[in-house]
């Protein structure tokens, strides 16, 4: 009776450590393919923050870089770029630079202070100069996020969302939503992030 006992034991003992390997096999697989999921996300989407703000670490790129945290992405800065007026020409127009770094692109976050109850005139001079000569399906099929940022933004937010909306539509881009707050650009982090 006792060697069966013991018998007994020692099959229940390999049958645990047997399934206890599993288990831990199939969490180390589990980590694994889901480590892989991020890095093929990370690496096959293009997502590109443009900055219309003057102030390149102000408020506006602290949200966005909320918004993209943990993510590949790149910055670009609409007051780094020379972008003439419409009807203005110059040799050092730059509005083509910004096109190319916005083409191919998956995912676009416009970020903008309000001044003076409207999106700044970075943004403004681009979007005008972008809806005259600029190939509509150039930028096509990228998801689109709005920042507006400021201390009462209120009363700017419906013609910023609207404006934005018609740039989308024109240029057959998916507008995803605004983010106003730090609690917004969590939850669209959370859905960048999948």
């Known amino acids: ?40 996300n990370m690496t096959t989407r293009k997502i590109i923050f443009l900055n219309a703000s003057k102030n390149r670490e102000g408020n506006t790129a602290t949200l966005a870089k909320i918004v993209l945290r943990g993510l590949d992405y790149k910055f670009v800065n609409l007051v780094d770029y020379h972008i003439n007026q419409i009807d203005q020409e110059s040799k050092t127009d730059q509005k083509m630079e910004v096109i190319d770094q916005l083409e191919h692109s998956n995912v676009i976050v416009i970020g903008t202070p309000v001044y003076w109850s409207d999106m700044t005139g970075y943004l403004k001079t681009f979007i005008d100069r ?35 909306e018609h740039v989308s539509k024109r240029f057959k881009l998916n507008y995803k939503g605004l983010i106003r707050n730090e609690a917004e650009a969590c939850s669209v982090n959370k859905q960048l992030s999948k």
């Not at 060697?3 to 969490?27: G, N």
């Not at 000569?133 to 910023?160: C, F, H, M, W």
């Open 1 to 40: 009776m006792n060697s069966t006992r013991r018998k007994q034991s020692e099959i229940l003992h390999a049958t645990v450590s047997y399934f206890a390997c599993l288990a831990i096999l199939m969490i180390a697989l589990e980590n694994i393919c889901e480590a892989a999921k991020v890095e093929k």
């Open 130 to 164: 972008l809806s005259l000569d600029t190939d509509k399906d150039r930028l096509k099929g990228a998801d689109v996020y709005l920042i507006i940022q400021g201390t009462e933004p209120s009363d700017a937010i419906n013609g910023i969302t609207t404006v934005i």
